[in-house]
């Protein structure tokens, strides 16, 4: 139970970075935003440190480097897809990747499925489905280019994932510090390699700053929930983000939600009663 309410909060909290993090990469260049973004993700994890506590050993660095290099890919293609929109069409690739790479590896490591996982794992991706699809034949349709971005981001979160849940559980925060110091130096290395392309346009720097911090509060429940819980399950209540995305798309850009997607909700709903019963 308590892996399971560690995941909905990461997954909550990933909603409402991913939306903040769209709104940024609006304003200006994708990098342009991520360069606020990282830093203050980091701050974050720092800060955490004196009070959860971090040990440094090869596999937590090693693990969450790896994590760091997935993470500065998933900021920038999920938030270039994000800004590309609409975002409540775009959004189920991306969920669906991400959930489905994770229970896979859970799979291979030998995770067993209980009866009422069994239940509630297919129908929770049937809801990440319904709640981040879009409004039909008369919604936006979004370009190849958009879609394979999409595809991109959900494997890139997938990976980051799971390379933080291969870190050693007594290892604190340290793969989380190791990760976000490596992503934030891939960010600023690709900055300077394409700074004639960022244009002039300034970020958001509050919006920006919030997502970042708001993803590492994610990344961070992800892990303790990782470690407390198997990856099958927490991956893919995880994954369910995409209600905090939608949601939050309504109130403030006034995009519509569906039938399918309230259905959805109720489907989430469901799935996590079946996997909370584990």
């Not at 991400?98 to 499925?113: N, T």
């Not at 927490?234 to 939600?257: C, D, F, K, N, S």
Request: aromatic share 4%; hydrophobic share 60%; charged share 10%.
């Amino acid at each position: 139970m308590i892996a399971l309410l560690l995941a909905l909060g990461s997954s909550l909290a990933y909603g409402c970075a991913d939306f903040l993090g769209g709104l940024g990469a609006r304003r200006a260049h994708v990098l342009r935003t991520v360069l606020v973004a990282a830093p203050a993700s980091l701050a974050v994890e720092l800060l955490l440190w004196p009070v959860l506590g971090a040990s440094f050993s090869p596999a937590a660095v090693g693990w969450g480097a790896a994590s760091g290099v997935a993470s500065a890919a998933a900021f920038a293609l999920l938030y270039k897809t994000l800004a590309i929109g609409p975002m409540n069409v775009l959004s189920p690739v991306t969920a669906l990747v991400s959930a489905a790479l994770p229970v896979a590896v859970g799979l291979l490591q030998g995770e067993r499925l209980g009866p009422a996982v069994l239940l509630g794992l297919p129908l929770a991706l049937v809801a990440v489905l319904l709640v981040s699809a879009g409004h039909g034949a008369g919604s936006a349709r979004p370009s190849r280019t958009a879609l394979l971005l999409a595809f991109g981001a959900g494997a890139a979160i997938a990976l980051q994932l799971v390379f933080l849940h291969q870190a050693p559980s007594d290892s604190g925060v340290a793969p989380l510090i190791t990760g976000r110091a490596v992503s934030s130096a891939v960010t600023l290395a690709a900055a300077a390699l394409l700074y004639r392309r960022l244009g002039p346009e300034k970020p958001a720097y509050a919006v920006s700053a919030a997502a970042g911090v708001l993803d590492s509060v994610a990344n961070l429940l992800f892990l303790l929930a990782a470690r407390s819980g198997d990856l099958t399950v927490v991956a893919v209540v995880t994954a369910l983000y995409p209600a905090g995305t939608m949601l939050l798309a309504r109130g403030v850009l006034a995009e519509r939600i569906h039938r399918g997607q309230l259905v959805g909700l109720g489907a989430a709903a469901v799935a996590v009663s079946l996997l909370a019963l584990t």
